[in-house]
T-cell receptor, first 117, second 116 residues
């Protein structure tokens, strides 16, 4: 299996621009997570989906952030407009969520390093 | 609220030394999972182990071992005979919400530097 695939690996954009991060989860996994990693806040969960439905978006920092999962093999995280404080590494992860002991560990993509100047 | 504390910000050892990374967690749930992930300098997050709250048996995998003690809410990770390739940031994590997959709460991480 190719693992969780994220694109782009690096993104540099100017403040105010729209940024879209992409994720392809592991085939067969039905839970997908978006995390953000910064020096100040560490790794924090932004949003997660189960069977393409957003379950918990309480970690999304502002209305400027939005995430979609149109099908089981693709998700996007969009920031519009972007700000310098959005600079971070954004990770996508997927797992098999069957409830309780049926849940598997989350496997992470390599991350997208976003720099907003 | 759930919380994971990794009090050791950074540890430096010389190759072949044993090293233990500490992890203390807080949760009101009776059913939960604990994890360790490794983040090497290349940046990806690599899964190491998952342990559920009902299984307190220690686990050994090669040079890695884990000690889970519910009485002290700790899930410590030991690397025996450390190697330079073990240099990385190690994260302990706790899952909350078992209904839809393991939503993780991470500790701040411990930077491990292994010198040759």
């Amino acid at each position: 299996d190719a693992g969780v695939i994220q694109s782009p690996r690096h993104e540099v954009t100017e403040m105010g621009q729209e940024v879209t991060l992409r994720c392809k989860p592991i085939s067969g996994h039905n839970s997908l997570f978006w995390y953000r990693q910064t020096m100040m806040r560490g790794l924090e969960l932004l949003i997660y989906f189960n069977n393409n439905v957003p379950i918990d978006d309480s970690g999304m920092p502002e209305d400027r952030f939005s995430a979609k999962m149109p099908n089981a093999s693709f998700s996007t995280l969009k920031i519009q407009p972007s700000e310098p404080r959005d600079s971070a590494v954004y990770f996508c992860a997927s797992s098999l969520g069957l409830g309780g002991a049926g849940n598997t560990e989350a496997f992470f993509g390599q991350g997208t390093r976003l720099t907003v100047v | 609220a759930q919380k994971v504390t990794q009090a050791q910000t950074e540890i430096s050892v010389v190759e072949k030394e044993d090293v233990t990374l500490d992890c203390v967690y807080e949760t009101r749930d009776t059913t939960y999972y604990l994890f360790w992930y490794k983040q090497p300098p290349s940046g990806e997050l690599v899964f190491l182990i998952r342990r559920n709250s009902f299984d307190e048996q220690n686990e050994i995998s090669g040079r890695y071992s884990w000690n889970f003690q519910k009485s002290t809410s700790s899930f410590n990770f030991t690397i025996t005979a450390s190697q330079v390739v073990d240099s990385a940031v190690y994260f302990c994590a706790l899952s909350e919400g078992l209904e839809y997959g393991n939503k993780l709460v991470f500790g701040a991480g411990t930077i491990l530097r292994v010198k040759s």
